[in-house]
Each structure stands twice: as structure tokens, then as C-alpha cells.
């Protein structure tokens, strides 16, 4: 089929990259006019580097990022530890790949230097969007240069503010969660020992917290999240004065040297949408944030892009109607995406939680059982990072 594709972010290079390695011709159009990201790391779990190495891409991706041995979670202030999660070869031995931290701009140059391999010309930069005309056989798009594209399937793949999902089901309004976050990339000195612990930590306390990981061996992605009342930009660049992020974390010692070199930080409300009823119409779909954006604490925000890409490769027909496989895309993959939401959500909540007595009783148990028993701390990530490319479950997506 002729598919074209809006966003050329990570769901959407993602799934050019599938749909041209089984047979079909893809069209990737991005209003940005290079593939420039403002700094950022992500986390990528062994969900998502499955669906890489199906793609052949897991090895670059590896290699361009860092292997954290473990997830810990400690208290902001006295740096304890609370809840260690086995990662490095435990994630390999118990779900089939690594659980992998890079730099958000590596993973798209690679899967924009895969995609231009394998089909080139597949993406063009610095094309908007201006009208989308939905027809029975197919779809139509006009450009702001007022260019004109036909294909047999439309895959809207163009973010939280997406103006495919805008022509699908109408504008919504976005509810603030009271979370504003606070990001910013620190080098460091790995040899120092004031710079945070390897791996990926989890900083908790009282309506704050903070999650510090590298993403090369000298460099540390840092994100720390407050509450506020009200916010009215739903914007995830905007800057930041660093010395109120200081003065918001004062007191967290183990953080001090990391947010002491912190110059330029970038600020991001976080707001929640209810998952959606549906994600496609006619020959148009969506995919990845323009369906299902979630907030960022559990992790998945970039993984489900990618699951999305490569399911929807796998189901889709060669040629005929797409609808089928649109519908039976959205019933196995929204009630996974729902849930995680929930997850993601309520993690906000647990993670701030003020009341001392509370904290201990929701802690305690969790690190004792995470001490003693590894494997079962393990175990209750399975439906989550275990399953195989996509979330295969003998040939069913979950």
C-alpha cells in the first residue's frame, strides 16, 4: 500500500521503518525543518528494544545508549534506599533484551539513517500539514506549499497537539495534573563520588520528586517534578530558572552537586487526556502520543510509539481495505496503552505522597519483598516488558 505518514518523531519513524520492511511504500512528511531534538534522555524497556532488534536496529540503539543495572527507588532527602529492580542481564535472562537509557536525538538519527536505507526519499523535511480530505479509497492531503499527496492510509504520528487526530475526532481540552517538571541534561565527572549513582533513580518525597539517569557515561538526564496549583501552557521546552529547581529540591544532598551544575533548565506541565474510543476513521489512524499521551512515570511514553509502529505493520493487509486491520489494531492495543496510563497516573500520586506513616506502609513491604525474593520484585513487570516484539503473545498483540 502507499501510506503516509505525519511525525517524524520516534512513532513515526518507527513505523515508516516497519511498514517499508514488509513491502510497502511510505511517505514520512515533518513540519520541522531538520530532525533536531531540544535535549532529552529516555528510557527504552525490554519492550521496546524487542521490537529494535526485530527492526535490526538493537544493537545501535544499544551501543549509543547506557545499560543501567538496576531501577532504585530511595528518599529524596536521606538518599535510603527503598526498592532496587534488577535490571542488566536479569532484564536479558527474564524478558529477551537489555533495558536501555540514550539521548531521545540518537534514537531518532537512528531510525532515520534505518529508514533512508531501506527506502530512500521515504522522508521529507520541512512539509506541513495544511488539509486533510478523507475518501472512501483512501485519503488526500494538501501541503502549506499547497502540494498534494493521495495514499491508500493516512497515520497520524504527529504528537500531543495533533491536527490528524484534530480532523478524526475534534479538539479536546487537556486536563493540568498539578505536576510541572522540571528537565535538564548535567555532564558530570563518572569518577566523582558526589555525582549520582549508575542506573536509573528514583528520588522520592513529600509533592516532589526526581528521576536521574545517564545517558552517557558522562552525562545525566535529570527530571524532577513539583506540584503547582494552575498552569496554562502545555509545553514541555519551556525555560526554567535553576535556582528555584534548586530552591524546590533544597535539603536533597545526595542531588546537590548534580543540580549545582544545572544552568538552563526547561520546564513542562503535565497534563492528562481519558484514554480515547477510538483511534481511526476511514483510512486514517493514529498512533503513539496523538492517541494515547501519558504522563511520564512509568516510562513508556517513547516504547508505546514503538510497539504501535511495528503492530500495526504486522496486521495491516498488503493491499485491500485497511479498515479491518485498523479496527482489530485499536481493540488489541488500547486496552494495553489504557492501562498504562492508569499506571502512569497513579505512580504521580504514590510518588508524592506526603503522609509519613502512609509512605512507610506503602515502602516497607516493597523493599522487603524486593531484598528478599528479586525474582517476584521482577515478576510483576512481566505484562509489561516480557511478550516478545510489539507485545506478541503467541501471535496476539497485548
Not at 134 to 146: F, L, N, Y
Not at 185 to 203: K, N
Amino acid at each position: 500500500m502507499r501510506i503516509l505518514i505525519a511525525g517524524a518523531g520516534i512513532a513515526g519513524l518507527a513505523a515508516a521503518l516497519a511498514l517499508v520492511r514488509k513491502g510497502h511504500a511510505v511517505q514520512v512528511i515533518e513540519q520541522a525543518a531538520a530532525l533536531e531534538e531540544v535535549g532529552a534522555g529516555l528510557q527504552l524497556g525490554p519492550n521496546a528494544m524487542c521490537v529494535l532488534a526485530a527492526l535490526g536496529l538493537g544493537e545501535a540503539v544499544a551501543s549509543a545508549g547506557q545499560a543501567p543495572a538496576a531501577i532504585t527507588l530511595r528518599d529524596g532527602r536521606s538518599a535510603r534506599e527503598i526498592l532496587k529492580v534488577p535490571l542488566g542481564e536479569a532484564a536479558k535472562r527474564r524478558w529477551g533484551a537489555a533495558y536501555v537509557t540514550l539521548h531521545r536525538a540518537d534514537l531518532v538519527g537512528i531510525l532515520a539513517e534505518a529508514l533512508e536505507r531501506a527506502q530512500p526519499g521515504a522522508l521529507a523535511l520541512g512539509v506541513t500539514l495544511a488539509a486533510i480530505d478523507h475518501r472512501p479509497d483512501g485519503v488526500a492531503i494538501t501541503t502549506a506549499s499547497g502540494d498534494a499527496h493521495s495514499a491508500d492510509l493516512l497515520i497520524g504520528a504527529d504528537g500531543i497537539r495533533s491536527q490528524v487526530r484534530d480532523t478524526l475526532v475534534g479538539p479536546d481540552t487537556p486536563r493540568f495534573t498539578g505536576h510541572v517538571a522540571w528537565r535538564a541534561l548535567v555532564r558530570i565527572d563518572p569518577a566523582d563520588p558526589a555525582a549520582p549513582p549508575p542506573g536509573v533513580g528514583a528520588w522520592l518525597g513529600p509533592r516532589r520528586h526526581a528521576v536521574t539517569y545517564r545517558i552517557r557515561p558522562d552525562l545525566v538526564n535529570l527530571v524532577a517534578v513539583t506540584e503547582q496549583a494552575d498552569w496554562r501552557e502545555e509545553g514541555w521546552n519551556l525555560p526554567g530558572d535553576a535556582d528555584r529547581l534548586r530552591a524546590d529540591f533544597a535539603g536533597w544532598n545526595a542531588l546537590t552537586r548534580l543540580l549545582d551544575r544545572v544552568e538552563h533548565p526547561l520546564r513542562w506541565a503535565l497534563h492528562d487526556r481519558k484514554p480515547m474510543r477510538a483511534w481511526h476513521k476511514g483510512r486514517a489512524v493514529l498512533i503513539g502520543d496523538a492517541c494515547h499521551p501519558m504522563l511520564p512515570f512509568l516510562a513508556q511514553g517513547a516504547a508505546m510509539g514503538i510497539e504501535d509502529g511495528f503492530a500495526l505493520a504486522e496486521l495491516l493487509p498488503m493491499t485491500g481495505d485497511p479498515e479491518p486491520a485498523l479496527a482489530r489494531f485499536f481493540a488489541l492495543r488500547q486496552p494495553r496503552t489504557a492501562r498504562i496510563q492508569a499506571m502512569a497516573r497513579s505512580n504521580g500520586v504514590d510518588f508524592h505522597e506526603g503522609n509519613p506513616l502512609a509512605t512507610l506502609a506503602m515502602r516497607l513491604p516493597l523493599g522487603r519483598a524486593a531484598a528478599s525474593r528479586p525474582d517476584a520484585v521482577m515478576a510483576r513487570w512481566d505484562w509489561l516488558y516480557g511478550g516478545g516484539p510489539g507485545g506478541l503473545h503467541g501471535g496476539k498483540l497485548a
